[in-house]
Nanobody, 125 residues
Framework: QVQLVESGGGLVQAGGSLSLSCAAS????????IGWFRQTPGKEREFVAA????????YYADSVKGRFTISRDNAKNTVYLQMNSLKPDDTAVYSC??????????????????WGQGTQVTVSS
């Protein structure tokens, strides 16, 4: 079982940057596609970005494309989400998740097997 722990959330002004980390406990971490999702109260969980097991493929939601960058360091069992040009609409709890199958539906939270507890990102206007 993969345990995931997010860090790096916080409060930032609009236009600022934050870098989130997702650290995994499992040595087979490199076998998993990793996704970032976000959720605000009363709304469904929303796909943000995903990265393939080797880092060769990345996927982004249209709302973050060009502003967010996902990357991974398998030697450190860690995935990163660099968030630039943040907007108040980016305010949410951000969670990372691991997908052991790597099917076509990288943007569906149901495809992911393991989840972290989430980290709060708040962007003030």
């Amino acid at each position: 079982q993969v345990q995931l722990v997010e860090s790096g959330g916080g409060l930032v002004q609009a236009g600022g940057s934050l870098s989130l980390s997702c650290a995994a406990s499992e040595r087979t971490f490199s076998n998993y596609r990793i996704g970032w999702f976000r959720q605000t109260p009363g709304k469904e969980r929303e796909f943000v970005a995903a990265i393939s097991w080797c880092g060769g493929r990345t996927y982004y939601a249209d709302s973050v494309k060009g502003r967010f960058t996902i990357s991974r360091d398998n030697a450190k069992n860690t995935v990163y989400l660099q968030m630039n040009s943040l907007k108040p609409d980016d305010t949410a709890v951000y969670s990372c998740a691991a997908d052991g199958y790597s099917g076509s539906y990288y943007y569906l939270d149901s495809e992911y097997d393991y989840w972290g507890q989430g980290t709060q990102v708040t962007v003030s206007s």
